[in-house]
């Protein structure tokens, strides 16, 4: 007989109803007549997340969808230790998550970073509070800033580094004291189109080549059936888990190159002629005569499909937002 291996990550039945004041003459009514599911009628607490059921597999790579404000970070949080869930549990190796822990790296939107310390020192950080020596200190932020494409780079600090540049320090920083389990909230949601491309490919590589557990938020539909390996579309409010879908692109993830990263393409004041999409797969420049996985068949089906899973949950979100102005 054979066992179902434990997942990586479990959420079981999980959901988060944060305490909230009542507003005044608290009827939290959308328009149908109907009332906001996410508020309890005397206002005593607001359930962003519900009944969350998703197994994510050791090295996964898994993004999260939804419309705003569904709860994609409120379960990123949960899953960082940032917060306990109010129902339900959430597992990492089978053990319920009870705090934060270096098993966990998390990289944000907004980078972050130690304005006073280099791309190196900045890298160093978290290894210094985990009483790593300091010569393998060293060695491991070059290692790491290496890895996402910064040779080179290690003296500057955050002000003399392009957007991209300093995103990828953020990165560097989470890998380097080597978490199993990597989370992202949106990380590239402030980078020109561009950069955020070349983003995209660093990262597939860097996935490619440390195999490590990937849970990735984004508004973009583009990017999560690029990046992912399954895409969980959340519903809105309160989140749930409406339906995964599975991505194949069929150019075969395994194909992306391990070359080096390319950090002159998003220099600060870029407009090189290498920012320029070639016409290459996911990973971006360097591939010549290889087709954007982004023109293919299967990518349009993934899109559109989860567009479709989308549509009527963005809809509902916005009547429901509406309806929360108008109290
Ligand atoms: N600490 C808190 N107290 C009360 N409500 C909260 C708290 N944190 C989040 N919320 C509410 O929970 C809901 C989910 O928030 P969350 O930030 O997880 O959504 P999201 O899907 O990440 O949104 P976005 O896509 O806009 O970033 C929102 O309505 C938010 O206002």
């Known amino acids: 007989m054979t066992t179902k291996p434990i997942p990586k990550i ?19 009514r959308i328009s149908s007549g109907a009332r906001d599911p996410a508020r ?12 969350i ?6 090295g ?3 993004v999260l969808v939804g419309p705003s404000g569904c709860g994609k970070s409120t379960l990123l949080d949960l899953l960082g230790g940032l917060a306990l869930p109010t129902s339900g549990r959430v597992l990492l190796d089978g053990e319920p998550v009870t705090g934060p822990g270096r098993d966990r790296g998390t990289v944000f939107q ?31 932020a ?3 800033l290496s890895l996402v494409g910064l040779d080179g780079f290690g003296d500057r600090h955050p002000h003399e580094l392009s957007g991209g540049m300093r995103q990828r ?4 920083r989470s890998l380097a004291y080597d978490p199993d389990v990597l989370l992202m909230d949106e990380p590239f949601g402030a980078l020109d189109a561009q950069t955020r491309e070349s983003l995209q490919d660093e990262l597939l590589r860097v996935w490619q080549r440390t195999r490590k557990t990937v849970v990735f938020i984004t508004h973009s539909i583009d990017e999560a059936v690029l990046l992912g390996q399954r895409v969980a579309v959340l519903t809105s409010r309160p989140g749930r888990v409406k339906e995964v879908v599975p991505i194949a692109l069929g150019d075969g993830r395994a194909d992306i190159r391990a070359g080096g990263g390319r950090a002159d393409n998003d220099l600060a004041g870029g407009g090189r002629s290498g920012d320029v999409p070639s016409g290459d797969d996911r990973t971006g420049g360097g591939r010549g005569g290889v087709e954007d996985p982004r023109s293919t068949p299967e990518f349009a089906r993934h899109r559109h499909r989860i567009w479709e899973l989308l ?17």
Do not use: K
């Not at 309890?40 to 009944?51: I, Y």
């Open 10 to 28: 479990r959420f079981e039945r999980v959901g988060m109803t944060f305490p909230v004041r009542a507003p005044r003459g608290a009827r939290a």
């Open 40 to 51: 309890s009628p005397a206002g005593a607490g607001f359930t962003a997340l519900e009944d």
């Open 53 to 58: 059921e998703l197994d994510i597999a050791d």
């Open 60 to 62: 996964e790579f898994t």
């Open 110 to 140: 907004q980078y972050a970073l130690l304005p006073w310390r280099t791309a190196r020192g900045n890298v160093e950080f978290g290894l210094e509070a985990a009483g790593v020596p300091r010569r393998e200190r060293a060695e491991r």
């Open 142 to 144: 070059g290692e790491f």
């Open 169 to 172: 320090v953020a990165i560097a």
């Open 311 to 327: 549509h009527d949950e963005v809809s509902r979100a916005q009547e429901l937002e509406r309806e929360a102005v108008a109290l």
